[in-house]
């Protein structure tokens, strides 16, 4: 019996995750399925349909009957995955500074959460795959094969933050970059559904001093192991 191997990647904001999950699914040749990008989507989504960002129900509604496809990422898309919700492409409308702060309260919201969370297990039952956000390890794969918690200093975080959307040509503040990064920390770690917490079983790898790629070498060895373990 082939069992699938699962891979749970959480974290702060700013950590790294996406960049480091994506590329370990490619070399691994897994699934890669970006959790935040469908809290992103179904911000979108509340806001081009006219909902107040606090409505549980409403959003949960509508995150349900769209089709929230999560595609490969290329070269015209910043090493960020393509992102369509009912085939209309969003990829880059839910990156922006601005959405950033909208999905905060979307991502509190119990019902949404229970909706997405949902999908992204069914997603992951798919097959071999890298899962990143806030609670994979905790809530969404509580039986993940290997669960990373990826950290980084506010500091570090918030200069990546800076690289980033300077390439998409916004140029925040890095005081205020922080001083988000550090509310966003907050907010994740005290909201009451879900919140950000390591998982007992995960390994905390710190990316300060690290390289993408070299935290990805360093996953890919973990993952190894992970392969060997499950057989
Ligand atoms: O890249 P960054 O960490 O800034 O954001 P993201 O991973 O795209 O996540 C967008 C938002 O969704 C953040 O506010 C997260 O707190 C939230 N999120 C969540 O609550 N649960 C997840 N599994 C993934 C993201």
């Keep these: 019996m082939t069992e699938h191997l699962q891979i749970a990647i959480d974290g702060p904001a700013g950590a790294g995750k996406s960049t480091v999950a994506r590329k370990l699914a490619d070399k691994l040749g897994y699934l890669y399925i970006d959790t935040g990008a469908m809290y992103r989507a179904s911000t979108w989504l509340a806001l081009k349909h006219g909902l107040s960002l606090h409505d549980g129900p409403g959003i949960a509604a509508l995150a349900r009957r769209t089709e929230i496809l999560l595609a490969a990422a290329d070269e015209t898309s910043d090493g960020k995955i393509r992102v369509y919700v009912d085939g209309e492409e969003i990829t ?3 990156r922006t500074q601005k959405m950033s702060e909208q999905v905060i309260p979307v991502a509190a919201l119990k019902e949404v959460r229970e ?3 949902e999908k992204q297990k069914e997603l992951a039952r798919q097959g071999n795959a890298v899962l990143d956000g806030r609670d994979i390890g905790t809530v969404v794969l509580p039986k993940a094969g290997l669960k990373i918690f990826l950290t980084a200093s506010a500091e570090v975080r918030a200069g990546r933050r800076l690289k980033e959307l300077n390439a998409q040509g916004e140029n925040p503040d ?6 988000q990064i ?4 907050h907010k994740d770690r005290t909201r009451e559904v879900s919140p950000l917490t ?7 790898v710190s990316t300060d001093n690290l390289s993408i790629d070299q935290v990805v070498d360093k996953l890919l060895v973990l993952a190894e192991g992970a392969k060997r373990s499950a057989v």
């Design 92 to 94: 880059r409308d839910i």
């Design 115 to 117: 909706v997405l969370v």
């Design 174 to 179: 890095f005081e205020e970059l922080l001083a």
């Design 182 to 185: 550090k509310d966003r920390d």
């Design 198 to 204: 390591m998982a007992d079983d995960a390994i905390e």
